[in-house]
């Protein structure tokens, strides 16, 4: 069993930085593959990134790539999204999770994120 804990969201401007942490109990946090997703309201939750377990390799979808940075420090058990240049459309509730046998199994309670125009 993981418990994720994400922190760091707020208000920001458009064009400002957040960055976001997860925190995960466990001892085995160094073995999942862990992710960024959010969910805007009206709309489906969605995944922003991803990272594997060693950190040697990451994914973003195509709306974030070059903004955002996913990051993990796995002996503070923690994984990170630097959220760089961010948009109104960017404004969104922003999950952590952690993958576990081919499935997203664990989830934090989420942080809010809103970007204002």
């Known amino acids: 069993q993981v418990q994720l804990v994400e922190s760091g969201g707020g208000l920001v401007q458009a064009g400002g930085s957040l960055r976001l942490s997860c925190a995960a109990s466990?001892?085995?946090?160094?073995?999942?593959?862990m992710g960024w997703s959010r969910q805007a309201p009206g709309k489906e939750r969605k995944f922003v990134a991803s990272i594997s377990w060693g950190g040697g390799s990451t994914w973003y979808a195509d709306s974030v790539k070059g903004r955002f940075t996913i990051s993990r420090d796995n002996a503070k058990n923690t994984v990170y999204l630097q959220m760089n240049s961010l948009k109104p459309d960017d404004t969104a509730v922003y999950y952590c999770a952690a993958r576990d046998t081919g499935a997203w199994a664990y989830w934090g309670q989420g942080t809010q994120v809103t970007v204002s125009s």
């Open positions: 466990g001892r085995t946090f160094s073995s999942y593959t």
